[in-house]
């Protein structure tokens, strides 16, 4: 089975106006949950809250990203991954050192390629939300529909609902 990670994506420039700080698309990227552990969401308003609801964490810019994809990753790019994103946890999240940080970001990093047990090219969207002193994270797959190359189809987990969504004539309209 071939290794799979998500990377941050950007249809417009949605993503620059949501969060504080966007992602670049292309970037590998985790839930980037831990970065609301000791936080109360109910407090937090405006980008930060929005990024607390659905925001995929760029390892490379510490960015948010609404979407990623699923792809094809090499053993190097996962450990490059694995890496950088430990050296951000010392820069940005307080983490000792490198050596304390590795294991925090192997394990983050192992979380979002489980997610991606899904066809390449599969979108992934995540919905956080607050329980108590808990975070529940959800996810949604956009996949394209096999007679449509074009066309993709929304599984919303929480209901039976579909919707149609042409993501190509939305990249377009955005160009």
């Not at 966007?22 to 407090?43: K, L, R, S």
């Not at 699923?70 to 890496?83: D, G, K, L, Q």
């Not at 996810?139 to 993709?152: E, N, Y």
């Amino acid at each position: 089975m071939a290794l799979k990670l998500p990377r941050t994506l950007r249809f417009d420039a949605s993503d620059t106006f949501v969060y504080s700080h966007a992602a670049a698309p292309g970037e590998w990227a985790v839930t980037g949950t831990f970065m609301f552990i000791g936080v109360e969401p109910d407090a937090l308003n405006g980008k930060d809250r929005q990024a607390f609801r659905g925001g995929f964490l760029g390892i490379d810019s510490f960015g948010w990203s609404t979407l990623v994809v699923v792809t094809e990753a090499t053993a190097a790019e996962r450990a490059a991954a694995v890496e950088r994103l430990a050296e951000q946890l010392v820069t940005h999240c307080g983490a000792p050192d490198l050596q304390t940080a590795l294991p925090a970001a192997e394990e983050e990093v192992a979380f979002a390629q489980s997610l991606c047990n899904h066809p390449c090219g599969t979108l992934l969207a995540l919905h956080r939300m607050s329980e108590d002193t808990l975070i529940r994270e959800s996810f949604r797959t956009l996949r394209p529909k096999p007679d449509q190359p074009g066309m993709t189809i929304a599984f919303d987990p929480e209901s039976d609902a579909m919707e149609d969504v042409d993501i190509r004539t939305l990249a377009e309209r955005h160009r």
